[in-house]
């Protein structure tokens, strides 16, 4: 039998009403919501629960809101005593995998994404970094372009590889612009400008990263009790001070998920299990391999669904 990963998702996965009907029936999900509205001093439950779309997709909220909703659902997953391999999650999901794996409190994940996401806001003005989504091109060609476009002196690079042929590049508008320009000359299929507030793991994120840096400092981090797969380098990481280390860089990193997918793979995981809203982390997996399988759990249903095919596996 295989080994087993579970994934978290980063931002973009969001939706208003997420994990409202299992907080409504099960006290112990409405409690971890309660419990981020504590420590934040006030409601993101009934942001999560009732939006608008608008606020809850600003990045200061939407970090904290799917950290949130992603550890109400695993606190439950973790009952059935499925235990993980490895653990990985997409940008803001490292920071949930880190606290599903144990090296930092909940509460202190709550309050650091949301610093995280002030500080990655206030990095740049808003409207003049972008981002692009660039379909159907090999990561060297896209490259190759971005280099281009960057020895133009705007700044523009790779920010998430996410899997065969699809690759977000990230910097200042004019960058994106004309790295889009030149992915579409050197053979894209389609290059989709991204609805997001600032320029996320390009290099315009190296002044959030110092404040960053500061929070850092001031939460309790620990060792991983599951080795995490870092997004900075797609290699298992468990140290505290290492990891201190990997969340700093990935600000202004390439996210190597599919890198990642790929390492977790030769590590023997033959099973993904994405925990939070969405599926977009499942698809990902499939487009980098077929053969594995995987599950996703957003809400009760698919949570009880999951951990009958898990154990049915296992028997």
Same mark, same amino acid.
């Given at each position: 039998m295989g080994k087993l990963a579970i994934i978290f998702p980063g931002q973009?996965?969001? *939706?208003?009403?997420?994990?409202?009907? $299992?907080?409504?029936?099960? +006290?112990?999900?409405?409690? +971890?919501?309660?419990?981020?509205?504590?420590?934040?001093?006030?409601?993101?439950?009934?942001?999560?629960?009732? %939006?608008?779309?608008?606020?809850?997709?600003?990045?200061?909220?939407?970090?904290?809101?799917?950290? *949130?909703?992603?550890?109400?659902?695993?606190?439950?997953?973790?009952?059935?005593?499925?235990? @993980?391999?490895?653990? @990985?999650?997409?940008?803001?999901?490292?920071?949930?995998?880190?606290?599903?794996? %144990?090296?930092? %409190?909940?509460?202190?994940? +709550?309050? @650091?994404?949301?610093?995280? %996401?002030? $500080?990655?806001?206030?990095?740049?003005?808003?409207?003049?970094?972008?981002?692009?989504?660039?379909?159907?091109?090999?990561?060297?060609?896209?490259a190759e372009a971005v280099e281009k476009a960057a020895a133009e002196g705007d700044v523009v690079g790779l920010a998430n590889m996410n899997c065969p042929g699809q690759i977000v590049i990230s910097g200042s508008r004019k960058g994106v612009e004309l790295a889009s320009q030149l992915a579409k000359e050197a053979g894209a299929k389609r290059v989709l400008p991204l609805e997001v507030s600032g320029p996320f793991h390009s290099q315009l994120m190296k002044p959030a990263s110092g404040r960053l840096g500061e929070v850092l400092d001031e939460i309790s981090i620990s060792e991983a009790a599951v080795p995490v797969i870092a997004n900075v380098n797609a290699q298992e990481m468990t140290g505290a001070e290492e990891i201190k280390e990997r969340l700093l860089e990935q600000l202004y990193s390439p996210v190597l998920w599919e890198d990642s997918v790929r390492h977790m793979i030769e590590l023997g995981v033959d099973t993904f299990v994405e925990i939070g809203p969405g599926k977009v982390l499942s698809g990902l997996v499939k487009k980098v391999d077929r053969s594995v399988q995987t599950y996703s759990i957003s809400d009760e249903e698919t949570l009880l669904a999951t951990i009958n095919a898990l154990k049915e596996r296992t028997v």
């Open positions: 973009g996965s969001q *939706t208003v009403g997420m994990g409202k009907a $299992f907080a409504e029936t099960n +006290v112990e999900v409405q409690s +971890v919501f309660e419990q981020a509205d504590k420590k934040l001093g006030f409601s993101l439950s009934n942001l999560i629960f009732e %939006g608008p779309q608008e606020e809850l997709t600003k990045t200061t909220n939407t970090q904290p809101a799917l950290l *949130t909703t992603s550890i109400a659902l695993f606190e439950q997953f973790k009952k059935a005593e499925i235990k @993980a391999d490895y653990m @990985a999650g997409h940008s803001l999901g490292e920071y949930t995998a880190l606290v599903a794996a %144990g090296a930092i %409190g909940f509460e202190d994940g +709550v309050y @650091a994404v949301r610093r995280r %996401g002030e $500080f990655m806001e206030e990095a740049v003005p808003n409207r003049e970094g972008a981002m692009a989504a660039v379909l159907g091109l090999e990561r060297d060609t896209l």
